[in-house]
């Protein structure tokens, strides 16, 4: 399938040496040229070539010779003279769509009609006269918008938009009768018992099959679903099955639980996993799919009231005494074990981070930060007031403290649930702490007593690239601003990947983890969920998919395989962000897909981006704007391989600024100007999501919902 991918220039001649191909579809591209050749692809079942602008012909050869053709597919097309009478005869063609093109002449239908017809199509053409075989006719013909619709078949069916003589194919509930079930339950098709099913979309983006009606192959779907997935047999329910406007079999599925009311998590969890990673692979004619989940109503179990009220009255009674016993003894262990901590902690504060309470050298060994204590952090964020408080995220929350030698830091406190073991956060500030360069934001230290974790990083007084963006900080960013952001920012992340020992993986990089200085220099944060690389021989990392929707490296989540390719391909939707000024999902569009389908080379100043592009740019000068598009599709290209490192992503920038007599060596985008307004010394928030009306809302992202059985994080957590 290369449909809607806005290719151009003529189709190669070679393509008709691919004789194993089974679909092919062309579709919604501007291919020019000559009509294609396919005479020699005799493995083809399915040919889409519509919208397309291919030179006038009249109907190829090859519409009557492929042996193996189910469905033929060319709408919107300059095809003209005659429709070829062999073209219905083919014992297995099924589908025949040539409407908006400019057949003339007599359609022949004869009467040697292949058994397996079901539609032929030909609206808006110039057909003036039609010639029908005898006998029944069990395919449905359209002739609207045709000559010949004017005279002779006024009155008939082919002359009047018809519905499918077939319905498309839904599981049958007639052993159920007329039984309805109450709100948010459904009719189970297995046992006809009202049951909470678990229910999704499935996306199938190259079935071999056109007929919706078709029980052997619904019902092939049906058995796979609840052998694959360890259902009870009849537990899967299909509806409504159609083509839609990408052309992708869409099919509502309900799959339910086996003699209970509800699935439990687990039971969802492995379910939705197995559909949304793929895993589950579904009957060969249905091809790839993807499959999108709608939220599971998980039920409270429900007891049984065959206990007498009073001995339920005793028995509350009882454990509401021993209750309280056990709470106050754990009340108790509880304060004497913190007074122990505690005394532990002042004495010895590293004490804990070495195995078995034995001090190995437990202090951690640090390059350029250092310890603070609780109680100095307390202080220098006000108690941790609201008022300091300045982004929140999956971590936890972070605060803008000022140290008492006047430096102003952004402390990062890590929430109940989100802390690591200790030898775990040892680890990463030492990891952190070695890590220097001025496009990465600098760890200033540390704190790790009295049951908190906390890392210091130095405070960006401009904040994120996404507020500026989005405009909310006040300042503008130029054309020559965004080149150095990017610069600077791709410089950070080849230091972690070439110049980090050993090098670091960020699987987070996105418009809101890139900060900016007081001078706009642009510094990568958040490491949070980075990944070291340590086995240089095995090339990836191995590791359950974190990272945002819309920011992830698609082959990443596909393979679970990390590598510094997948950091490319976030990067390079950053350099599509830093054009449109959006985020990379908006209403259901991905940026990636909507560049790559608006592209057009003819216009050679946008490159047919004009409409998306961020307006504060659009009618200034773009010095190297091609180049610099070009660049960033190679980053986001799907397969890794193609991808260039972040070092030739580098020098690729470096020579868009030289060639426009730019300085290279530094990154900071105030150097294009020296005004900033109102953007110097406000306090923005640093390593969370926005925080509108200066409510922070951990829960609150614009990342993409997914709605699978597990779940992608879309904040920044720990390793």
Not at 55 to 80: K, R, Y
Not at 334 to 361: M, N, T, V
Request: aromatic share 8%; glycine share 8%; net charge neutral.
């Amino acid at each position: 399938r290369l449909d809607r991918n806005a290719l151009t220039g003529k189709v190669p001649t070679n393509l008709n040496n691919l004789t194993n191909v089974n679909e092919l579809n062309l579709a919604h591209n501007d291919l020019k040229g000559p009509f294609p050749d396919l005479s020699q692809m005799n493995s083809l079942s399915y040919v889409d070539l519509s919208n397309n602008s291919f030179d006038p012909t009249e109907a190829p050869l090859w519409f009557s010779t492929l042996p193996s053709v189910t469905t033929l597919i060319c709408e919107f097309g300059s095809l003209q003279g005659r429709v070829p009478d062999k073209l219905f005869s083919y014992s297995q063609i099924q589908q025949v769509k040539l409407r908006n093109n400019a057949f003339n002449n007599t359609l022949d239908m004869g009467n040697a009609v292949g058994p397996l017809l079901q539609l032929v199509d030909l609206q808006n053409n110039q057909i003036s006269a039609i010639t029908l075989g005898s006998g029944i006719k069990n395919y449905t013909l359209i002739l609207v918008g045709n000559p010949v619709c004017t005279a002779t078949l006024a009155n008939t069916n082919y002359c009047q938009l018809q519905q499918p003589t077939t319905k498309a194919y839904s599981t049958s509930l007639a052993n159920c009768g007329g039984k309805s079930c109450p709100p948010e339950q459904k009719l189970s098709p297995q046992s006809c018992e009202c049951a909470y099913p678990y229910e999704g979309t499935m996306y199938f983006r190259g079935p071999s099959f056109r007929e919706l009606s078709n029980v052997t192959v619904f019902h092939s779907l049906e058995m796979s679903l609840w052998v694959k997935l360890g259902l009870t047999p009849g537990s899967v329910f299909l509806q409504n099955p159609f083509f839609n406007i990408d052309d992708y079999l869409q099919i509502q599925v309900a799959l339910f639980p086996s003699g209970e009311k509800s699935f439990n998590r687990s039971e969802v969890q492995k379910i939705g996993f197995e559909l949304s990673n793929q895993t589950y692979k579904p009957p060969k004619e249905f091809g790839p799919y993807y499959f999108i989940a709608s939220p599971y109503a998980f039920q409270v179990p429900q007891g049984g009231n065959s206990i007498s009220p009073g001995v339920a009255a005793g028995i509350a009674c009882g454990g509401a005494v021993l209750v309280l016993g056990l709470v106050g003894l754990g009340l108790y262990a509880i304060r004497q074990k913190k007074r122990a901590e505690r005394a532990i902690g002042l004495s010895k504060p590293f004490a804990s981070w070495a195995p078995s309470g034995k001090d190995s050298g437990g202090a951690p060994q640090l390059k350029g930060a250092r310890w603070f204590s609780y109680d100095e952090l307390k202080k220098c964020s006000n108690n941790f007031s609201e008022s300091n408080e300045i982004g929140s995220g999956g971590y936890g929350k972070v605060y803008r403290g000022m140290l008492s030698d006047g430096q102003v830091v952004a402390i990062k406190r890590a929430q109940q649930g989100s802390m690591q073991g200790g030898l775990e956060f040892k680890t990463e500030i030492e990891l952190l702490s070695r890590v220097h360069h001025k496009n990465l934001v600098g760890l200033v230290g540390f704190c790790f007593e009295q049951g908190e974790q906390m890392l210091v990083y130095e405070f960006m007084a401009n904040g994120t690239l996404r507020e500026s963006l989005s405009g909310r900080s006040g300042i503008h960013l130029d054309w020559k601003r965004r080149l150095r952001i990017a610069l600077g920012s791709a410089r950070g992340l080849a230091y972690l990947h070439e110049l980090a020992n050993p090098p670091i993986i960020h699987r987070d990089v996105k418009s809101t983890n890139i900060l900016l200085d007081e001078n706009l220099t642009a510094k990568v944060a958040d490491f949070g969920l980075s990944k070291l690389v340590s086995d240089s021989s095995k090339g990836h990392v191995s590791t359950q998919v974190k990272g945002t929707m819309g920011y992830l490296d698609p082959e990443y989540y596909m393979t679970q395989q990390l590598t510094e390719k997948s950091d490319v391909y976030s990067f390079g939707v950053v350099m599509l962000e830093l054009i449109t000024a959006k985020q990379p999902i908006e209403k259901g569009k991905y940026v990636v897909r909507e560049v790559r389908t608006a592209m057009n080379r003819d216009d050679e100043e946008h490159y047919g981006l004009t409409e998306m592009m961020d307006p504060t740019i659009r009618n200034t000068v773009l010095l190297g704007f091609r180049r610099y598009l070009e660049l960033a599709l190679q980053c986001v290209e799907e397969s890794a391989t193609d991808r260039p490192t972040m070092s030739e992503v580098v020098k690729a920038i470096e020579t868009l600024l030289q060639n426009d007599g730019m300085n290279t060596n530094s990154t900071s985008a105030s150097s294009s100007a020296t005004d900033f307004g109102s953007s110097k010394g406000v306090v923005r928030q640093i390593y969370g999501d926005a925080l509108p009306n200066n409510k922070k809302d951990i829960n609150d992202t614009n990342a993409f919902d997914y709605s699978g059985g597990y779940t992608l994080s879309a904040k920044v957590e720990p390793k």
